[in-house]
C-alpha cells in the first residue's frame, strides 16, 4: 500500500498589499536583513518598523553625556539597545557598558543585539532588574560608580506596538500594560480595585487628563456592567463617553483615549515610584564628575527630574545641570514623530574625575 500524500507544510500569511494592518503580518519589518528595502520605506515614511525602536535624539545624549574611551557607561532603561550601541561603542576601546532591564520578554534580544557588534565578551554585562538594584549592580561592577549613566523613560516602540502586551490602543490585546508580565496586576486587573475619587486622581496626575472624574465615573460603570478585559474594549467605552459627553470625535477623542491609557500604564507599573527611587540612588551610581542623562516623555516625568537636579545643585552633589531642557530637533521630529514629547536633562557629579 502506497505511502498517504505527505501534508504540505503550513503556508505563512501572505503579506497583504503595501500597508498591512496587523503587527504580526508585519513579518518583513520584524526582518529587516532580509527586506531592507521594505524597512526603509517605514522610516521614510516616519514610522517605526514592528519590532524595533528608533532610539531618539543620540546626538544630544552622546553629546551631554561625552563618554570617553575606557569608560562605563550604563543604560538604565536598555529596551531595543539603541541608545546603549552608541555607549558601547563610545568606550571602546577598554570600556564596559552596563545595561538593565525589567522586560523579560524584550532584555535577552537587547543583549544579543549587543554582543552581535563583535566587542569582547566581557565589555557588555547585562542585568534584569528595575531601579531599586541599579546602585548595587554597580557598585558590584565597577566600584566607585559610572562615568556615564542614561535613563530614557519612554516605553520602546516595540512594546507598543505589540498588541499582546497590551500598551495600545490601535489593535486589539489583553489589558495588561506591564512592563514585566510575570509579576504585578495588569490594567485589566488595576480597574476591580479601585475608586472613582482614586481613578480620577490617576488620570489627573498621571496624564493631566482634564475630565479625571467623569471619565472615571463612566470607566468603572463599565468595568461593573462588563468587565474590561481588551484594550479594545477600554477604548470604545472611552470613545463613546467621549461623543456623547464631551462632544469629541476624531483626533481629540484620540487623544483622550491616549492620556487614559498613558495614565493607567505608569499607574500599573508604579512608574513614578520608580523613578523617585532612580534619582535618589544617582549620586551613588555616578563616579565623581559623572555624567547623568534622563529623558523623559511626561510633565509629571520631567517635573521629578528637574527637582531633584536642582536640589543636588543646591546642595553640593552636583557641579552642574542642565539650565533647561533639551529637545529633539526639527528634522528629528518629523523623521520620528514619537520624539515629539521627549525632554533631556542632566547632571554632572561634584567632585573631579
Do not use: W
Amino acid at each position: 500500500m502506497d505511502d498517504p500524500t505527505p501534508e504540505k507544510p503550513a503556508r505563512r500569511p501572505r503579506y497583504r498589499g503595501k500597508n498591512p494592518r496587523h503587527f504580526g503580518e508585519k513579518y518583513k519589518e520584524h526582518q529587516p536583513d532580509r527586506y531592507a528595502d521594505d524597512v526603509a520605506k517605514v522610516l521614510e515614511a516616519g514610522k517605526t518598523p514592528a519590532g524595533t525602536h528608533r532610539p531618539i535624539m543620540v546626538r544630544e545624549i552622546l553629546e551631554v553625556l561625552a563618554p570617553r574611551p575606557g569608560e562605563v557607561a550604563v543604560d538604565a532603561t536598555l529596551g531595543h539597545a539603541g541608545h546603549a550601541r552608541e555607549l558601547l561603542a563610545a568606550v571602546q576601546p577598554g570600556g564596559r557598558l552596563l545595561g538593565v532591564d525589567a522586560d523579560p520578554i524584550e532584555l535577552p534580544r537587547a543583549e544579543a543585539r549587543l554582543r552581535s557588534l563583535g566587542f569582547p565578551p566581557d565589555s557588555v554585562v547585562v542585568r534584569r532588574m528595575n531601579f531599586a538594584g541599579l546602585a548595587q549592580f554597580i557598585a558590584a561592577e565597577s566600584p566607585g560608580g559610572a562615568d556615564v549613566l542614561l535613563a530614557d523613560l519612554g516605553v520602546s516602540s516595540m512594546q507598543i506596538d505589540d498588541p499582546g502586551r497590551g500598551f495600545t490602543f490601535k489593535s486589539d490585546g489583553p489589558l495588561d500594560m506591564r512592563m514585566n508580565p510575570e509579576k504585578g496586576q495588569s490594567a485589566a486587573q488595576f480597574l476591580s480595585r479601585i475608586g472613582v475619587s482614586a481613578l480620577a486622581r490617576v488620570l489627573a496626575e498621571n496624564a493631566d487628563e482634564p475630565r479625571a472624574v467623569e471619565l472615571s465615573e463612566v470607566i468603572l460603570l463599565a468595568h461593573v456592567h462588563a468587565p474590561l478585559t481588551t484594550t479594545r474594549s477600554l477604548a470604545d467605552v472611552v470613545r463613546t463617553a467621549c461623543v456623547r459627553s464631551f462632544r469629541q470625535t476624531g483626533p481629540n477623542a484620540d487623544d483622550t483615549v491616549r492620556r487614559v491609557f498613558q495614565a493607567l500604564r505608569i499607574a500599573v507599573n508604579d512608574e513614578f515610584a520608580a523613578l523617585d527611587s532612580l534619582l535618589r540612588a544617582l549620586p551613588a551610581c555616578l563616579k565623581p564628575g559623572g555624567r547623568v542623562a534622563i529623558l523623559s516623555f511626561h510633565s509629571g516625568e520631567d517635573r521629578r527630574v528637574k527637582s531633584a537636579f536642582k536640589e543636588g545643585l543646591a546642595d553640593g552633589t552636583y557641579a552642574s545641570i542642565a539650565p533647561e531642557v533639551v529637545r529633539a530637533s526639527a528634522e528629528e521630529r518629523r523623521a520620528n514623530p514619537r520624539s515629539t514629547s521627549a525632554k533631556l536633562r542632566y547632571a554632572v557629579k561634584a567632585g573631579s574625575g
